[in-house]
């Protein structure tokens, strides 16, 4: 198990709530009450779909936020602007993601090689999960459906914190390769979108942040491609399978638990 916050937030271990990576020097992930903290001393390049701080942006922090399963998702910029404040975190430079997935499944994975590192950090729930390209519920540009709530969260949040240099196509390629990682793992646990049964390819609420640390004075490679047929695509795809699997299941065995007492 790569659960590293575990026994902080189901112990009470103060000392095991912050992560130390080893294929980016520098980038610490620390665990607190109401979120995960991903942070680095310098900033990086990024290409993100979070709901605070989405598009292409410097970043040097990244927050995934734990909110319920009630939550309602009027706002959620503003609501993540508001947690910040009250954190004392500024509000730039970086970007705000928001999970109803319990933080003590949080996931990460590393890799680290002379051409580059690379961490992968998620959490995922699939309560919301759906299949792309088939018939569903949808909402507008609000969030509002005539049938339904605004969407509630219970999605897949992956960061990505890649240790060297790389094209914007390539990081576009990494954003694709990793999606179709995630999509293989939910086939592989045998998730169904929660209103048609057919087999998911998401949820309707994933995220995903890929920080680009872009020294151009390393004398790594650059990298331009980023699919599954390179190297770099190769890692991507596990570590993404990877930590999507072991959150899932850490979820599952929890439910299991719960349900049980």
Not at 62 to 91: G, M, S, T
Not at 235 to 242: A, F, P
Request: aromatic share 8%.
């Amino acid at each position: 198990m790569t659960l590293p916050f575990y026994n902080y937030f189901t112990h009470g271990k103060i000392g095991e709530n912050v992560y130390v990576s080893s294929s980016w020097p520098g980038l610490h992930i620390s665990a607190h009450e109401r979120h995960i903290k991903a942070q680095i001393p310098h900033s990086a390049s990024a290409l993100s779909s979070a709901v605070y701080g989405g598009g292409m942006l410097e970043l040097n922090r990244v927050f995934n936020i734990y909110v319920d399963k009630h939550y309602r998702c009027d706002d959620p910029p503003r609501d993540i602007a508001q947690a910040l404040r009250e954190w004392q975190e500024q509000a730039d430079q970086c970007a705000g993601l928001l999970t109803a997935v319990r933080l003590e499944h949080t996931s990460i994975q590393e890799f680290t090689s002379s051409e580059f590192g690379l961490l992968c950090c998620t959490t995922a729930g699939v309560s919301n999960a759906a299949r792309a390209g088939s018939e569903r519920t949808v909402f507008d540009i609000h969030g509002q459906t005539q049938n339904r709530a605004p969407y509630i969260p219970g999605t897949i949040n992956i960061m990505l914190w890649f240790n060297g240099r790389m094209t914007s196509g390539a990081m576009v390629n990494a954003v694709q390769t990793a999606v179709e990682a995630k999509a293989a793992a939910l086939a592989d646990a045998g998730i169904a979108d929660s209103e048609n049964g057919l087999p998911a390819t998401g949820t309707t609420t994933d995220a995903i942040v890929l920080a680009v640390r872009q020294n151009g004075d390393d004398i790594q490679p650059l990298h331009t491609y980023a699919g599954t047929a390179t190297a770099l695509g190769a890692v991507i795809g596990r570590l993404v399978y990877d930590t999507v699997t072991e959150s899932l299941q850490a979820g599952l065995q929890w439910k299991e638990r719960v349900g049980r007492q």
